[in-house]
């Protein structure tokens, strides 16, 4: 049974730093892509960063460019959102998903089988 469970989460100031961690298991957490979304409240959850397999490759919202940064550590089964000069508007629920999409498909939610159940960033003004 696959299981993704976030960590990281909390209160923070605005331009304020946080890194968000998933640790991943129950597959070969190798050979599959990695990504990050968030939901807010009333909005639908969105993409804001994925990795393939390899970390090879990367993709960002572009709410995320330069202020984010994705990565993973596949041998000890962790993913990480590195999330600089936060704002209020990065306010909500960010969840990590595994799936196997690659090259743009790895922005689409739909893609992804397996989901955690989700770490809490409130950004303060």
């Known amino acids: 049974q696959v299981q993704l469970v976030e960590s990281g989460g909390g209160l923070v100031q605005a331009g304020g730093s946080l890194r968000l961690s998933c640790a991943a298991s129950?597959?070969?957490?190798?050979?599959?892509?990695m990504g990050w979304f968030r939901q807010a409240p009333g909005k639908e959850r969105e993409f804001v960063a994925a990795?393939?397999?390899?970390?090879?490759?990367?993709y960002y919202a572009d709410s995320a460019k330069s202020r984010f940064t994705i990565s993973r550590d596949n041998a000890n089964g962790r993913v990480y959102l590195q999330m600089n000069s936060l704002k209020p508007e990065d306010t909500a629920v960010y969840y990590c998903?595994?799936?196997?999409?690659?090259?743009?498909?790895?922005?689409?939610?739909?893609?992804?089988?397996?989901w955690g159940q989700g770490t809490q960033v409130t950004v303060s003004s």
């Open positions: 998903a595994t799936g196997r999409a690659a090259g743009s498909r790895m922005r689409d939610r739909y893609n992804y089988d397996y």
């Open positions: 129950g597959r070969t957490f190798s050979t599959y892509t």
């Open positions: 990795i393939s397999w390899s970390g090879g490759t990367t």
